[in-house]
């Protein structure tokens, strides 16, 4: 599967009438990030609050999100389960509703070696024939991967083909390009580096920013595609502060406050995540406007 652009991440909106998981709002997200011109959607990503889902909210986001982008981009499920055995259930659940690919985090308690990460994803891959991310995120995860070590994966996993890495050391970008000869694609899942990972030869950009600005970050895309290196880096020195904010603030409560702030969607993250406070709710109001993404 060649996959490159952005990925948009929308969140999952929450309904206190059914206490539950509010599909119809679920669908104007992905309306949203439809008309942002992203190139994929990742559902169940941490936008997306899927560690605080239910079994079955999991499931009907999963199965819902398919069914209505309805193949107009390629649909990504985001996996994070502590255990191989629920990984491998979630992983069939996503094939068996005709999601495009998997995005596995190794969620872990206990810090996970080598070996033990290795057999978590190829056990998933020999599970299921979709297409696997293998996703390094050790702030939320708590397992940190190398770059060989991905690499390796992807060399010896038959389904693992692409990287998201979210450490936020552009070096390790630098390392999955020269040491793959740039063959193995990566995805930069770090919103303020956008820039530098783009140009270190990413094939692409997850983020949930579309949910509030739009096709800008589409916009950086292709200015760093085209070489326009001028109009890159005025597009992202326009996003800067503001994709800073949204990842410092928690990145369900920013944009689910966000949406709020512009009129399209109400609601709050699960607790224990709190909305912003009204402070943080005037800060990113103000950026929101000088983005011109207030109407």
């Not at 390629?74 to 191989?84: R, S, Y």
């Not at 390094?136 to 991967?145: L, S």
């Not at 919103?191 to 600005?213: F, K, Q, Y």
Request: glycine content about 8%; some cysteine.
């Amino acid at each position: 599967m060649n996959l490159s652009g952005i990925i948009g991440y929308p969140i999952t909106p929450f309904s206190d009438l059914i206490k539950g998981v509010d599909l119809e709002k679920l669908g104007t997200v992905i309306d949203i990030l439809l008309t942002s011109k992203v190139d994929a959607i990742a559902a169940l990503g941490s936008a997306g609050e899927a560690t605080y889902l239910t079994k079955f909210e999991w499931e009907q986001v999963a199965k819902y999100t398919v069914k209505y982008v309805n193949k107009k981009v390629p649909v990504v499920i985001g996996i994070a389960e502590l255990t191989t055995e629920k990984a491998i259930e979630r992983a069939k659940y996503a094939h068996a509703i005709g999601a495009d690919m998997i995005m596995v985090s190794p969620f872990s308690y206990y810090k996970l070696n080598e070996a033990e990460l290795f057999q978590h994803y190829e056990n998933i891959s020999n599970a299921t024939p979709l297409p696997i991310m293998i996703y390094n995120n050790p702030a939320t995860c708590g397992v940190d991967m190398s770059p060989q070590f991905m690499l390796t994966m992807v060399g010896s996993i038959k389904n693992a083909c692409v990287i998201k890495e979210s450490t936020g050391d552009i070096q390790r970008m630098h390392k999955i390009h020269k040491l793959s000869k740039g063959k193995v694609p990566f995805f930069n899942g770090c919103n303020h580096m956008a820039l530098e990972a783009l140009t270190a030869g990413a094939s692409g950009w997850c983020t949930a920013a579309p949910c509030l600005i739009g096709d800008q970050p589409k916009q950086l895309f292709d200015a760093v595609k085209q070489g326009n290196k001028d109009r890159a880096q005025a597009l992202f020195y326009q996003q800067y502060e503001f994709l800073e904010f949204i990842v410092t603030s928690g990145l369900a409560a920013a944009v689910k406050s966000g949406l709020s702030i512009q009129g399209k969607l109400e609601g709050e993250p699960r607790k224990p995540l709190l909305p912003l406070t009204e402070s943080a709710q005037k800060t990113l109001k103000n950026m929101l406007t000088e983005m011109n993404c207030v109407y």
